[in-house]
């Protein structure tokens, strides 16, 4: 068979060698599938997720080490920013174990317990090495993160009609800054909800199947206004939509960006005033009030991240900028021992990357501005969309949860749909040429 010339070079040739040792397309899709229900966080245990179960977190991050090894070990050499993440995530849970030590006189095993989540970015390792074994990766890599998707929207379906009862009121009490009447609020693989909000919206403006994508979109849309209600993930979702929009409507750049975004305002207009119609005149005051809630002065007023950045700077200050690390609850009772049971590094994003990282939080930064760059320079046409707004997504929900160390599900992702997206132009093809990547 001639190889494929154009957008995706020799990919064809690459696939014809590599079909003679692949498992079933059906076996592959079933790994795929819970690989990423895994990167996904369906089952996490975490006190907003009533179907969490407990190690499933631990033993997702201790597969996608694992399936790392192998992948660093099947390539004679690592470059650009496949090495740039991994650097990252080593001496960053590195760094915050020692900090924490020196600071707060924590064991390093606590530190490194800590901050293993910033290890969920190297799931891509898992989801690169089964969707590449397959006739068609992007087609199986879409496939299985659509699976991981559809379930945690079911499962959001099940909180939201109160299927469950009792139970994601007994997951969410006790949990510090959190109001009586948001205890229906549930967090069940929300970062793939969105993933899977932004592509449906890609999809859409394509024009295939628009039915189907629109479905998606809607009920993504209902997961994180209804389940999840949580501001900052809606407000990032619009602005990947808006990213999405301008390079899929523009030829890719900025010229003529601010008609399309003009454009926006229609179809805006009529999703807010549908979501509204449905919240009075469908289900009653129950998501009305939902929804005012979750944008409410009054919780906007209650929130307790003003204190924990005022207590970082204050700290920060008097250390000349030191890197403090993380503590874990495990010893000691961790931060809320020092500054209170509202200290949380996790609700602040950027500001906690400073505390952890110190005067060091400025090459952090720079890894991951370089990463970025460096992805979205090398991708094909077709896998920009999508991927932009992403990247755009985590900008946005920065201040609130630093990319690597609280979405490195996302990062994973992205970085899988990198390595794909290069196998298919035609770089790197069989195992020991992959490193060659952009």
């Not at 690989?35 to 997720?49: K, R, T």
Request: charged fraction near 15%.
């Amino acid at each position: 068979m001639r190889p494929l010339r154009g957008r995706y070079g020799n990919a064809e040739l690459g696939i014809e060698r590599a079909r003679s040792r692949t498992l079933p397309e059906s076996m592959l899709l079933t790994w795929a599938a819970i690989l990423s229900i895994l990167n996904a966080g369906v089952f996490n245990d975490i006190a907003l997720n009533p179907f969490g179960l407990r190690g499933i977190q631990e033993a997702s991050i201790a597969l996608g080490v694992l399936l790392s090894c192998y992948f660093f070990c099947t390539r004679k050499s690592l470059q650009g920013v496949i090495t740039v993440a991994v650097m990252y995530s080593v001496i960053a849970i590195g760094l915050s174990a020692m900090s924490a030590k020196l600071t707060y006189g924590q064991p390093l095993h606590y530190g490194l317990l800590e901050e293993r989540r910033t290890l969920e970015s190297l799931a891509f390792a898992g989801l690169f090495l089964v969707a590449s074994a397959s006739r068609c990766p992007i087609r199986m890599l879409e496939r299985a993160t659509l699976f991981a998707i559809v379930l945690a929207l079911v499962l959001g379906l099940l909180v939201q009609f109160d299927v469950l009862g009792e139970t994601v009121a007994i997951n969410a009490t006790g949990l510090p800054g959190r109001g009586e009447a948001r205890l229906g609020r549930a967090m069940i693989g929300t970062q793939y909800v969105v993933l899977g909000a932004l592509i449906g919206y890609a999809n859409l403006l394509r024009g295939r199947e628009r039915w189907k994508w629109a479905a998606l979109l809607v009920a993504c849309l209902n997961h994180l206004l209804l389940v999840s209600m949580t501001r900052q993930v809606v407000v990032g979702c619009v602005l990947g939509f808006v990213a999405i929009h301008v390079l899929m409507r523009s030829g890719r750049s900025v010229e003529g960006w601010w008609l399309q975004t003009k454009r926006l305002l229609l179809p805006a207009s009529l999703l807010i005033a549908t979501v509204v119609g449905v919240g009075v005149f469908g289900f009653g005051r129950q998501i009305t009030d939902s929804l005012l809630e979750t944008f409410s002065a009054e919780y906007l007023g209650s929130n307790v991240r003003w204190g924990t950045v005022e207590i970082i700077w204050a700290e920060l200050v008097g250390s000349s900028f030191a890197p403090h690390g993380s503590l874990s609850v495990l010893w000691r009772g961790g931060f809320p021992a020092h500054y209170g049971h509202y200290f949380w590094l996790a609700d602040v994003g950027l500001v906690g990357m400073l505390f952890r990282y110190g005067i060091f939080t400025p090459i952090a930064l720079g890894a991951l501005i370089v990463m970025a760059r460096r992805i979205l320079r090398r991708l094909s046409e077709q896998a920009v969309p999508v991927v932009s707004g992403v990247i755009a997504y985590l900008i946005v929900v920065s201040p609130v949860a630093a990319p690597m160390e609280y979405r490195g599900n996302l990062v994973a992702w992205v970085l899988a749909v990198w390595l794909i997206d290069a196998r298919l132009r035609g770089i790197g093809t069989e195992p020991d040429q992959s490193d060659d990547l952009p």
